[in-house]
């Protein structure tokens, strides 16, 4: 059975910084993109981050462009978000998601096979 589990969500203050991580079981990912998505309260699911397959390829949200870096571990079959002087338009719950197709990169939540079930994360004013 293929899991996707994230941690490293949490309340923060303004200006401050997390690292959530994204451990997959099951299966490996090294071949395909994987990326993050969140979905801010009251508000639709919108992608934040995508990495390819060996880490080579970065792509973000314009809003997030700046302060988040997306990174992956093969030896560990994890993802990780990097955030950094987090607002708190950024509070929202943070999912993980995985591709098993063959592209560069992917931005929408169809091009996702594989899906965690989310690490909240909330910055105080």
């Known amino acids: 059975q293929v899991q996707l589990v994230e941690s490293g969500g949490g309340l923060v203050q303004a200006g401050g910084s997390l690292r959530l991580s994204c451990a997959a079981s099951g299966r490996t990912f090294h071949s395909h993109p994987m990326g993050w998505f969140r979905q801010a309260p009251g508000k639709e699911l919108e992608f934040a981050a995508t990495i390819n397959w060996n880490g080579g390829y970065t792509d973000y949200a314009d809003s997030v462009k700046g302060r988040f870096t997306i990174s992956r571990d093969h030896a560990k079959n994890t993802v990780y978000l990097q955030m950094n002087s987090l607002k708190p338009e950024d509070t929202a719950v943070y999912y993980c998601?995985?591709?098993?197709?063959?592209?560069?990169?992917?931005?929408?939540?169809?091009?996702?096979?594989?899906w965690g079930r989310g690490t909240p994360v909330t910055v105080s004013p």
């Open positions: 998601a995985a591709s098993t197709g063959f592209g560069n990169a992917y931005y929408t939540t169809n091009d996702y096979h594989y």
